[in-house]
């Protein structure tokens, strides 16, 4: 037997791992998920169009096609998910810039010396839960009892809490693996990290949620933060969200990617012996589908969803009708960007056709920033580090037959979620002295700010490479309650297109940049117990005591605002509201106010940013969402002659 080169035997690894994955996904294609057939898909009536398959759609279309009657109709920009970069979970940072990311930008930011931002979102089946970093954190209590005392009836943290545990299959650490609701890997068990309190936990919903890979580094950083302070907490989603420790993940049981697409959506759901289910209702998701603007009809005075116009995948455009509802589910820049399209908004657009006035349409912008530093370690850190091309085939061996090793892990394993006035007692009464102090945290236990451990080099998204081949490491802080709100916008209609304006407002709050500085002097501290951390060991490299002291005031701000990027979290440019609230655009059951038969259903509803990683609270919002769209319409029957016939434009 001739000898092989290491790097040939790579290559061969590589070869046969991506022509079983074609093999598979060849295996596991649907006909109802392609791109508009006009010859088939206008016979069909459809009760209830999702205009978006991301997070919240694919939940959506799941629970309403419960009923064995329903046809559902997904308008999907993107296309699949099921593809490596996005099931296997350490490649998250290969997909931001990509076609499956609508790739948007802020405009330039006033406040931080004009700096246009990077907004990546996903343009895919499963929406940004598809290319996220499957972080599942829902936040404090108090913040949904205060959307709750804001007006909205049905949204205190009780009644929540019954959608977080219905939508959440909760994998049991301390089970054996092969138990139906146990691991199918093989990973190294970290139990001083697996604790949780089960009463706050579901273990029949569809969506995964499990722990996985944990580098010798994340521990570091939990023992760092225990150093410094903070105390452990055994369960960032039981009883108290403060405190450091590993979080907690929607990757499945076999360490791929838990999307909304394949949680909800996912073959295991919908088919039986590899054809559909007839206890269920039909799903069709179209994909290429570009959503050009909501069909509004005025019958008597009142206004009506009806439909929606849509471009397919060859530029073609047409128009679809809805039995029931017109469901919006596009996001926090989608969803106010397609009302505006559809002369839905505070006021007339100079070349769109004003149809219905709701000033809030695109107002109340809110995301979380993060600030980061950048640690230089030794190369025994625990981390990810540079690996040789013969080492891939290991690499990809071990995940593909263990379900373990570096391609298991989603980058940041580990946080902490603190509050002000633990980590800096003397601003808060500085701030407080000087009547200056701003507090939009829900209550005592709602933190004001996050760091993440990402065992890696991250800046502004990964855009800016590492300076050599050494290990790094890097802490970032969120601000989790920003004062500063911005909006989104749309452009005038040229050459048959729309841009959606992004105006996140950075930094219009000073407060928030003074707040941003102090997570800055916390991190240094965490950083300076990582340095005598034998797992850890990194010095501060960017931007660096000397470049940056932290008794510096003004060169603190200066950094703060150059460097903080938005870490995927935008809401509430759809506010939901009391009638009297004048930039609420949808009520407590989620209807927009004015137009029958239109609701909005994604993380632009939320009355308010809540101190969490949002793609758990839009699920729990399309899972209530659904449940409230069956009650509505439970005295409902179709009949023959409401159903509106499909046009081809």
Same mark, same amino acid.
């Given at each position: 037997m001739p000898n092989l080169s290491k790097p040939v035997v790579g290559a061969a690894m590589l070869g046969a791992a991506a022509g079983a994955h074609y093999l598979n996904k060849k295996r596991n294609e649907d006909p109802t998920r392609k791109p508009w057939d006009a010859n088939t898909d206008y016979q069909m009536h459809y009760d209830f169009i999702v205009l978006g398959g991301g997070t919240a759609g694919c939940v959506l279309a799941s629970r309403l096609a419960e009923d064995p009657k329903i046809n559902v109709l997904v308008l999907e920009a993107g296309y699949s998910d099921n593809f490596s970069a996005s099931m296997r979970p350490a490649m998250i940072s290969s997909l931001w810039f990509t076609d499956v990311s609508w790739n948007l930008t802020s405009v330039p930011q006033v406040h931080a010396y004009g700096r246009v931002m990077n907004q990546p979102r996903g343009k895919l089946l499963g929406g940004s839960s598809s290319i996220n970093a499957m972080m599942y954190h829902r936040g404090p209590a108090s913040d949904y009892d205060e959307w709750g005392t804001l007006g909205n009836e049905g949204w205190s943290y009780k009644e929540c809490l019954y959608y977080f545990k219905k939508s959440e299959g909760f994998n049991d650490p301390n089970l054996p693996?092969?138990?139906?609701?146990?691991?199918?890997?093989?990973?190294?068990?970290?139990?001083?990290?697996?604790?949780?309190?089960?009463?706050?936990?579901?273990?029949?919903?569809? =969506?995964?949620?499990?722990?996985?890979?944990? =580098?010798?580094?994340?521990?570091?950083?939990?023992?760092?933060?225990?150093?410094?302070?903070?105390?452990?907490?055994?369960?960032?989603?039981?009883?108290?969200?403060?405190?450091?420790?590993?979080?907690?993940?929607?990757?499945?049981?076999?360490?791929?990617?838990?999307?909304?697409?394949?949680?909800?959506?996912?073959?295991?759901?919908?088919?039986?012996?590899?054809?559909?289910?007839?206890?269920?209702?039909?799903?069709?998701?179209?994909?290429?589908?570009?959503?050009v603007r909501i069909l509004v009809q005025n019958s008597r005075g009142t206004k009506v969803a009806i439909g929606a116009e849509f471009l397919d995948a060859n530029h073609q455009m047409h128009r679809v009708m809805a039995v029931k509802e017109v469901l919006l589910s596009a996001g926090t820049f989608g969803s106010p960007h397609i009302l505006?399209?559809?002369?839905?908004?505070?006021?007339?657009?100079?070349?769109?056709?004003?149809?219905?006035?709701?000033?809030?349409?695109?107002?109340?912008?809110?995301?979380?920033?993060?600030?980061?530093?950048?640690?230089?370690?030794?190369?025994?850190?625990?981390?990810?580090?540079?690996?040789?091309?013969?080492?891939?085939?290991?690499?990809?061996?071990?995940?593909?037959?263990?379900?373990t090793g570096p391609l298991s892990s989603q980058g940041c394993e580990a946080v902490c979620f603190v509050r002000l006035e633990d980590i800096a007692p003397e601003f808060v009464a500085r701030e407080k002295a000087n009547g200056t102090w701003r507090d939009r945290a829900s209550g005592p236990m709602s933190p004001h700010a996050e760091v993440l451990f990402a065992p890696a080099y991250v800046r502004h998204h990964m855009k800016e490479r590492k300076p050599d081949g050494a290990k790094y490491y890097s802490l970032i802080g969120l601000l989790l309650n920003p004062i500063s709100s911005g909006t989104v916008k749309i452009s005038d209609v040229k050459d048959g297109k729309i841009e959606t304006l992004i105006d996140p407002n950075f930094f219009e709050d000073a407060f928030d940049t003074r707040v941003m500085v102090e997570i800055m002097r916390f991190i240094r501290r965490v950083g300076e117990k990582m340095r005598l951390d034998p797992a850890c060991g990194g010095i501060e490299y960017n931007p660096g005591v000397k470049n940056v002291p932290s008794d510096d005031d003004a060169k603190l701000q200066e950094y703060v605002k150059m460097h903080s990027s938005v870490y995927y979290h935008p809401t509430s440019t759809c506010r939901m509201g009391p009638a009297s609230d004048l930039l609420a655009v949808v009520d407590a059951r989620l209807n927009v106010y004015g137009v029958e038969r239109l609701r909005v259903v994604d993380a632009s509803i939320m009355p308010k940013i809540p101190a969490a990683h949002t793609c758990a609270p839009t699920i729990m919002i399309a899972e209530k969402a659904a449940d409230m769209i069956k009650e509505d319409w439970a005295e409902e029957t179709s009949r023959v002659g409401d159903v509106p016939v499909q046009s081809k434009l």
């Open positions: 693996v092969g138990h139906p609701q146990g691991p199918l890997t093989n990973r190294i068990r970290k139990p001083q990290y697996e604790e949780f309190e089960p009463e706050y936990h579901g273990t029949d919903g569809p =969506w995964q949620i499990t722990y996985h890979h944990l =580098w010798g580094a994340s521990e570091g950083f939990i023992r760092g933060n225990i150093a410094a302070g903070v105390p452990f907490n055994k369960d960032f989603n039981g009883s108290s969200t403060l405190g450091t420790n590993r979080v907690q993940t929607f990757i499945q049981r076999d360490a791929i990617r838990s999307s909304a697409a394949r949680a909800y959506l996912g073959p295991d759901r919908l088919l039986k012996d590899g054809k559909p289910r007839t206890d269920r209702g039909n799903i069709r998701i179209v994909y290429g589908a570009h959503i505006l399209a559809s002369g839905i908004g505070p006021s007339p657009h100079p070349t769109i056709p004003h149809v219905h006035t709701l000033p809030g349409v695109g107002m109340n912008l809110a995301d979380h920033l993060g600030v980061p530093i950048n640690f230089r370690c030794p190369p025994t850190a625990q981390i990810f580090g540079a690996r040789h091309f013969y080492d891939i085939p290991k690499v990809l061996l071990e995940y593909g037959f263990k379900g």
